[in-house]
């Protein structure tokens, strides 16, 4: 390519920013990170490929709906020659990515659930937490507001001992309507 061609079909890493509306210094991040590349032109300034425009966009909203940098690097390093992701990439992708994200949509439900009485077993009232965690089982399972947590590393539901323990009703929270 002639260096003409070159200027078409490039960006600075300023016009990058602006057209992404990603900050240069993120950019420089991405880039460190495997996300993105450029080139290098004579006097050491980075040149970044026009389709690097969708590449940062697809970084953009994968973070936006929550995927780790990491896992956006793994799913960007599936594609042939790191191309830039097209329509049908983006569809496959956010496929396998759905039941992380029903499984993070599932922990916000439950931390909106308890957070007004209860912190998954942290705890904000020992005589009430007698009662939905008895003899501290939750306890054994490690530290920290263990049915608030996420589980990292898990595709599936949680055990079945933490589905009832979530699914039992709360004693820190009054009953909104008692049975008749």
């Known amino acids: ?20 509306g ?8 991405y880039e460190s990170k495997g996300l993105i590349s450029s080139r290098r032109t004579a006097g050491n300034q980075r040149r ?12 953009k909203v994968s973070q936006r709906v929550g995927i780790p940098l990491s896992d956006i690097r793994d799913a960007l390093g599936t594609l042939p ?5 097209t329509v049908d990439d983006w569809a496959r992708l956010s496929e396998n990515w759905r039941s992380v994200l029903d499984d993070r949509i599932r922990q916000l439900e439950r931390l ?21 965690n008895p003899y501290d089982r939750l306890g054994d399972e490690g530290p920290g507001p263990r049915r608030l947590l996420v589980r990292h590393g898990t595709s599936g539901p949680p055990p079945a001992d933490e589905r ?7 004693p820190c929270r009054p009953d909104p309507c008692p049975s008749d």
Do not use: W
């Open 22 to 29: 990603v900050a240069v210094s993120a950019l420089h991040f």
């Open 1 to 20: 390519m002639t260096r003409l061609e070159h200027r078409l079909h490039e960006l600075t890493v300023g016009q990058l920013a602006e057209r992404s």
């Open 164 to 170: 009832a323990a979530h699914d039992a009703p709360n």
């Open 48 to 59: 970044f490929s026009r389709d690097t425009l969708r590449r940062v966009s697809f970084i």
């Open 81 to 85: 020659e790191e191309r830039t992701p």
């Open 112 to 132: 909106r659930d308890d957070l007004t009485d209860c912190i998954g077993c942290g705890c904000l009232s020992i005589s009430k937490c007698a009662l939905a």
